[in-house]
């Protein structure tokens, strides 16, 4: 079999994997761990997202009192994880192949050593032929620590990890025009970079068993896309998906997401994916605001900062906003922010944010 790519990361869903009771679908986790075996037996190397554990835990026992959400998502989730991680890891094992379990917060990623020790982890796993199997630990994350859902994360992970593409499998066909509902709703097969048009008609509905949505897929499989990794949405219940969608010569219809041909580096990946955790925050003109979006390879210069709204230090990750309050960029602090005023007064400015420390929303 000839396969389009040697690498990649595949996520799957909550629907996908669950039937409409919230039980797991173990008939639909075998299928795809079929078609996952016969990739890595044509030398594909994976790592697999995986949704579903909440869902399995809700199946498994409701809370005996009155439980806040985060409290149920933490019981289900350790619940659910257990059989989960169970399932794929006999599947596998009658191909033969040894799977691993990898949870992780999004807290994880908060600085440069975590994120690079979490790389090693993965580097270290595909060397030795081990399939990953990450999943969010919703047993200790908090609202503000947790990722949009597994479609952030997986998005985090395929550029982490150098992917050549990303395949998230959902529950429809791809990203329609409008409400896949809509008998009029058409799919539309390949978005490129500049696209905005079809945010549009995105549909903002969540599933039954997910935190996110279309819309969450879209934004983050452009931004994805700007890192260079292709990604594709597909529908994960259509019988041999995986397959289909890995021959050179695929006629599965679903959405691609063209990649931008240039590839960020290691440090910029990183970056992209760390905004939350940004302590200082720039506001630049728009002379700034246009230089730093253009196609060149610009540094933010402390000229073009009109105001610092949020105090940081060397080294820190700051937003960037434009005059209109818009983020547009993070980046690394070169120097503490009250040093701002006396570097401009310099003949020779230092960059507030250099280049290699740099990543901008809008710069593909």
């Not at 909550?14 to 075998?30: E, F, H, M, R, Y």
């Not at 996952?36 to 399995?56: D, Q």
């Not at 550029?159 to 009029?184: F, R, W």
């Not at 041909?261 to 002379?287: L, M």
Request: hydrophobic share 40%; net charge positive.
């Amino acid at each position: 079999m000839q396969v389009r790519y040697k690498k990649i990361t595949v996520k799957i869903g909550s629907n996908v994997l669950t039937k409409p009771d919230g039980t797991l679908n173990v008939a639909q986790i075998a299928h795809l761990v079929d078609q996952i075996a016969l990739l890595r037996k044509n030398g594909v190397e994976i790592v697999l997202v995986t949704s579903g554990a909440v869902a399995a835990g809700r199946a498994v026992l409701q809370p005996a009192k009155k439980t806040d959400t985060i409290s149920k998502r933490q019981l289900w989730s350790a619940l659910g994880q257990v059989k989960l991680i169970s399932r794929y890891s006999d599947f596998f094992g009658e191909h033969g192949l040894v799977c691993a379990q990898v949870l992780t917060t999004k807290e994880n990623f908060s600085s440069r050593l975590h994120y690079l020790n979490m790389k090693n982890c993965f580097t270290t796993l595909l060397e030795n032929e081990v399939v990953p199997i990450v999943n969010e630990n919703d047993t200790i994350s908090v609202n503000e620590l947790m990722f949009t859902d597994n479609d952030e994360l997986s998005g985090l992970i395929a550029s982490m990890v150098n992917s050549e593409a990303l395949i998230i499998l959902t529950n429809v066909d791809g990203v329609y025009n409008a409400n896949p509902k809509n008998e009029n709703a058409q799919l539309i097969e390949q978005i490129e970079l500049r696209d905005k048009k079809p945010e549009e008609g995105i549909s903002t509905e969540h599933s039954d068993f997910g935190r996110g949505g279309m819309l969450t897929k879209f934004r983050i499989a452009k931004k994805v896309a700007g890192d260079g990794v292709g990604v594709h949405i597909a529908n994960g219940t259509t019988k041999n998906v995986l397959i289909d969608l890995m021959k050179v010569q695929s006629n599965l219809k679903h959405t691609f997401f063209v990649p931008n041909p240039k590839t960020a580096n290691s440090v910029k990946k990183w970056i992209a994916y760390s905004d939350d955790f940004a302590k200082g925050k720039v506001v630049v003109n728009k002379g700034a605001a246009d230089a730093l979006n253009s196609e060149k390879a610009v540094s933010l210069l402390p000229r073009g900062i009109i105001k610092v709204s949020a105090q940081f230090k060397k080294d820190d990750l700051i937003k960037i906003a434009d005059e209109q309050g818009h983020i547009i960029g993070v980046g690394k602090a070169n120097y503490n922010s009250d040093k701002i005023e006396s570097e401009k007064l310099s003949e020779k400015q230092r960059p507030t944010v250099h280049y290699d420390y740099l990543y901008m929303e809008n710069r593909k």
